[in-house]
């Protein structure tokens, strides 16, 4: 039986986070652990599908950081789905990079985002082969979302989040194709306007440009959509 942890130490947002996937998906264990050291032990005991926990555990401000290094020295790639009060824009470039899958800031998200969030992980998750590995002649992007959980981009790490990383496959499978708005839609699953989707790619490029500032291998093509122009 699937088994999920939430790492809270607030009884109620605990409460609601384990409540909502219990709605979502009854069939799944949901274990609830409110501090540092009982989280730590279970982690140890258990084999867990899916950690969904907060960064502040406490008086412990960065006790969930320990917790994704514990997970990490495991070797078992298990998913990890942070959530916390701290700014987003800050935090989530840093949880990417010690692997965690994403990252919601409390207060602006609902249970809908959650949710969707939380499945799309789990689905990732169990994936028996990496799907969206670059295409022969083409090994500048790799896409492998079980082993690496994010991009590589000329043999760097692309921090994104899980939507862009589906909006990022989604161009680079129909590379040369123009991908419209309206495909990409099913991409996005909320938040289904172009407004949205342009946001997403923007995030895309920001994020390459980070590790590569003459990246422009996103076009946008004027009330149709985008397309993937880079070969190399």
Do not use: C
């Not at 990246?215 to 993937?228: A, K, L, S, T, Y």
Request: glycine share 6%.
């Amino acid at each position: 039986m699937p088994r999920i942890a939430v790492i809270e130490d607030d009884p109620t947002t605990s409460a609601q986070l384990a409540g909502w996937i219990r709605a979502a998906r009854p069939e799944l264990i949901v274990d609830q652990h409110f501090d540092r050291d009982s989280a730590e032990a279970a982690l140890r005991r258990e084999r867990y599908d899916l950690v969904v926990l907060d960064i502040e555990l406490g008086r412990e401000r960065n006790a969930g950081v320990a917790l994704i290094n514990e997970i990490n020295k495991q070797g078992l790639g298990t998913p990890v789905l942070v959530v916390s009060a701290m700014p987003a824009a800050i935090y989530r470039s840093i949880m990417k990079a010690l692997d965690a899958w994403d990252y919601l800031q409390k207060t602006t998200f609902d249970e809908a985002e959650f949710i969707e969030t939380f499945l799309d992980i789990l689905r990732t998750a169990r994936l028996r082969e990496p799907k969206g590995a670059a295409r022969a002649g083409d090994d500048s992007l790799q896409l492998d979302p079980l082993k690496q959980r994010s991009a590589m981009w000329r043999g760097q790490r692309i921090n994104l989040p899980l939507t862009a990383q589906r909006i990022l496959a989604t161009l680079h499978e129909r590379a040369g194709e123009v991908v419209s708005y309206e495909e990409l839609f099913d991409v996005v699953k909320s938040g289904r306007n172009r407004d949205n989707v342009r946001k997403h790619v923007a995030t895309i490029r920001d994020a390459f440009r980070d590790v590569d500032p003459a990246f422009d291998g996103i076009e946008n093509i004027p009330m149709r959509g985008f397309r993937w122009t880079t070969t190399g």
